[in-house]
């Protein structure tokens, strides 16, 4: 008899992983009536490793979603309410958020005051989960481990203090523009998750997309 195994390891296969985290999707009795964001949600086979014992760094990519949803005010505001009522439910989230922030006064374009903050975060944590999710997602997609190293990169809905890691960003969010236009779209939810690919091999090019508005590429070295 073959033993199924996990996506990420060859440990025996003990539960389903969901790839992106459930935690990101809002729960039926949270949303309008007749909405659904949880429609045939992605899993893989995982260990408990690649499982339940990293429950807290879901949690963690939730956290680090809202910094983004703070920091871009007036981009994708319908996508920022239905992450807005899974942080309602979760007060702690936020409590956690603003442990890590630093006011900053700054001036609109009328010269106007306002406050925003600066939120110190693990990016490394939280980009070894998009790695993750980008592993799930490939497993998912082609039936198959990844062999290789999988390298993420950020293009769209997260900005960071560093002037080179943004520019670099931008370059790549231009490379991905020319890639993904005409693409097939995956994902029985896209208002929260989907993802697109350049072609079905192992070399192949993803882009992953959560709540419309944050983008990231994933390049897969066979």
């Known amino acids: ?5 996990c996506y990420m390891c060859d440990r025996p296969k003990t539960s389903g992983e969901h790839v992106p985290p459930k935690c990101l999707f809002p729960e039926n009795k949270d949303l309008e009536s007749g909405e659904n964001f949880r429609k045939n949600l992605i899993k893989v086979p995982s260990c ?22 703070a920091a871009e005010k007036g981009s994708g505001s319908l996508q920022n309410l239905k992450l ?20 900053v006064p700054l001036l609109d374009n009328k010269n106007n005051a306002f406050e925003t903050c ?4 693990d990016r490394q944590r939280f980009m070894n989960q998009i790695e993750a999710v ?4 490939y497993f998912h997609h082609l039936k198959r481990k990844v062999t290789g190293k999988t390298v993420v990169n950020p293009i769209e809905g997260f ?4 002037i080179q890691q943004n520019h670099h960003n931008a370059k790549t969010k231009q490379f991905a523009k ?15 998750f989907y993802y697109q690919v350049t072609e079905d091999k192992p ?5 992953l997309v959560f709540y419309k508005n944050i983008e990231f590429i994933a390049v897969f070295n066979g």
């Not at 807005?84 to 442990?99: G, H, M, Q």
């Not at 900005?159 to 560093?162: A, E, F, G």
């Open 84 to 103: 807005k009522r899974i942080l309602d439910r979760k007060l702690y989230v936020f409590t956690e958020l603003l442990k890590n922030s630093t006011p």
């Open 159 to 162: 900005q960071t203090t560093s």
């Open 203 to 207: 070399e192949m090019i993803m882009k």
């Open 118 to 121: 600066i939120y110190s975060l």
């Open 178 to 192: 020319m890639l993904f236009p005409d693409m097939p779209i995956y994902g029985d939810n896209p208002d929260i």
């Open 48 to 69: 408990d490793e690649h499982n339940s014992a990293k429950s807290r760094d879901d949690e963690f990519m939730l956290i680090t979603f809202a910094s983004s949803m």
């Open 134 to 137: 980008a592993n799930g997602i």
């Open 1 to 5: 008899m073959t033993i199924e195994t």
